[in-house]
């Protein structure tokens, strides 16, 4: 018996009950439900993995270089300057009114269309581990949210140094965030279960989803105010999901609450994703390994 | 007590061609009302068929086929990662599937790093993480490597690790792939009575192997897959004999009494 150990519980009075694998091909709806929620209390209950993974991607990307993963602050801060110097001297734009709006968008919808994109690979990407293992899915879909959202937390310095520099604060409204925020990391799993499942027995969808999200950026107001909108347009704003999603974070930070119909939409839109991904989870668990 | 029950269990791959796994393929079918018909029509590689057997704490289950033969699917449907589309199996028990020799393993991370992210995925306390790196430090004979990335380290540090890894977990049902007996010599030689350890540990062994003399010496029983189905399933000799196609010349009593599956896995080092 030399040379090896016991990892398990000791054996006798306080072994908890072996753990029970059950697979069996068509299920009801309610039993596959209950195993999708299994899936993800599982996977809740693995956090300390997943924000280790998490974590490591960022490490991993940068490791060995002098500023390790302050670059993402880096580069983010040399962009928003750059545009900053742009805009004022190309366009005369009135800067202490425009730059804190863009580069709050831009870092936030950063976050949002990497996340949409990453969340397209994240079960194909894990695919040696999935093929080996039995784990929750939900620890393919943490690990891609924990990676993003350390990268935005990263680029949080950056909107503090313009906020400073112009002065900007968003009082008690600030504290819509938070609200808002937990919309998104709820968001962030069911896009990624959606899109990582979809993805991967649809090897097309990747670049569609990529295409989409450019439009996004283009109809939404990222770059552009909602105010420069034709009063006529104005109203039709809240139907753009990708406007009212970033305005509920946006909103807040700017000092502004947003008004109920843009959280009605996101809140609607969040909704129906958290739907859809659901049931595709439920749906489609089982068969995933097929497909990657 | 751990215990597998395996019911008539059918696995089917689905065949994704190019086209066939487009969106634009199921759109266009979908659209011509051809979905019903597709889908019954769907190439599917059938992997598995009607396979069943029942194992109780004490069996020892090997796998034998050529390659294809669903050996290693089936450790999968096991491990829980393929779910069968006909039949029910029922697993009862902590279960270690040894599948991929660097499950979860980073080249960029360091040994020890890799170590504490392996206690992670198998949700170990700390103090039984702290247990492991012990263990697996001492076995892998690492030095001071072991905080080094795991890229630097030679292709035999990168087995040991891999295997002191592998097998530092205690399970009640263990699935081992072919993989794991196909180490070099000299490093089985000092792996052989780890893995004995481990496997005399288990209550249930499934092992899929193409090394005849290990299935003898350790399996009590035999399935000889092929091409998805159960050829036969009996005694382990009887089994193999009619695989092999000739008779077994008996095992030296002394030695399979002794130590069973020493000979089997030091056969390599003897040719040193």
């Known amino acids: 018996m030399e040379g090896s150990i016991s990892l398990a519980m000791p054996e006798g009075a306080a072994s908890p009950p072996e753990p029970v694998l059950e697979l069996r091909p068509n299920l009801s709806f309610a039993a596959r439900n209950a195993l999708a929620a299994r899936d993800v209390r599982e996977g809740i209950g693995l956090w300390r993995l997943i924000w280790k993974l998490g974590w490591l991607d960022i490490l991993l990307r940068y490791r060995g270089s002098v500023l390790g993963p302050f670059w993402l602050t880096l580069s983010t801060a040399i962009m928003i300057a750059a545009l900053g110097f742009l805009y004022a001297k190309l366009f005369h734009v009135n800067l202490h009114a425009y730059l804190p709006f863009l580069a709050l968008s831009i870092i936030l919808w950063n976050f949002l269309s990497t996340l949409v994109s990453e969340a397209c690979t994240c079960f194909t990407q894990a695919e040696g581990t999935i093929r080996s293992i039995r784990m929750p899915f939900f620890l393919y879909a943490g690990r891609m949210l924990v990676r993003n959202v350390l990268v935005l937390a990263h680029n949080l310095p950056v909107i503090a140094a313009i906020f400073l520099i112009f002065s900007v604060w968003p009082g008690m409204a600030g504290l819509y965030v938070l609200p808002a925020f937990a919309l998104w990391l709820v968001d962030g799993i069911a896009v990624a279960f959606l899109l990582g499942a979809f993805c991967a027995r649809f090897r097309d969808v990747p670049p569609i989803v990529a295409s989409v999200m450019q439009i996004g950026f283009f109809v939404s107001p990222i770059i552009w105010q909602p105010t420069t909108l034709s009063p006529r347009w104005r109203p039709l704003l809240p139907i753009n999901p990708f406007y009212t999603l970033l305005e509920v974070v946006r909103g807040p930070l700017l000092g502004q609450a947003p008004a109920p119909v843009v959280w009605l939409s996101a809140v609607g839109y969040s909704a129906a994703i958290c739907g859809l991904s659901w049931l595709l989870l439920v749906r489609a668990r089982h068969r995933v390994a097929f497909w990657i | ?272």
């Open chain 2, 1 to 272: 007590m751990a215990s597998i029950s395996v019911r008539g269990i059918a696995v089917d791959f689905p065949l994704y061609h190019g086209s066939s796994r487009s969106l634009k393929k199921t759109v266009l079918a979908a659209a011509s009302g051809r979905v019903g018909k597709d889908r019954q029509h769907r190439v599917v590689v059938q992997a598995l068929r009607d396979i069943g057997f029942e194992l109780r704490s004490g069996d020892r289950l090997g796998l034998v086929g050529g390659n294809g033969a669903g050996k290693t699917t089936l450790l999968r449907v096991l491990a829980g990662i393929y779910e069968p589309v006909l039949g029910h199996v029922r697993i009862e028990g902590r279960l270690t599937a040894l599948l991929d020799p660097n499950l979860g393993m980073n080249p960029d991370l360091t040994g020890r790093e890799n170590i504490l992210l392996r206690g992670l995925y198998g949700g170990l306390s700390a103090e039984a993480t702290k247990r492991l790196e012990e263990n697996v430090q001492a076995f892998s004979e690492l030095g001071d490597f072991v905080d080094l990335p795991v890229r630097l380290y030679s292709s035999g540090m990168m087995v040991r690790l891999g295997f002191a890894l592998a097998t530092a977990m205690r399970p009640q049902v263990l699935l081992m792939d072919e993989w794991f007996l196909a180490g070099d010599a000299a490093f089985m030689e000092k792996a052989r009575a780890r893995l004995e350890d481990m496997v005399r540990g288990a209550e249930i062994l499934v092992l899929s192997s193409h090394v005849i003399e290990v299935m003898r010496a350790w399996c009590t029983r035999v399935i000889w897959l092929d091409q998805g189905q159960a050829r036969a399933d009996g005694p382990a000799e009887q089994v193999l004999e009619a695989y092999l196609g000739y008779k077994l010349p008996p095992l030296p009593p002394l030695e399979a009494a002794a130590l069973p599956g020493a000979e089997a896995l030091s056969g390599a080092a003897a040719h040193r």
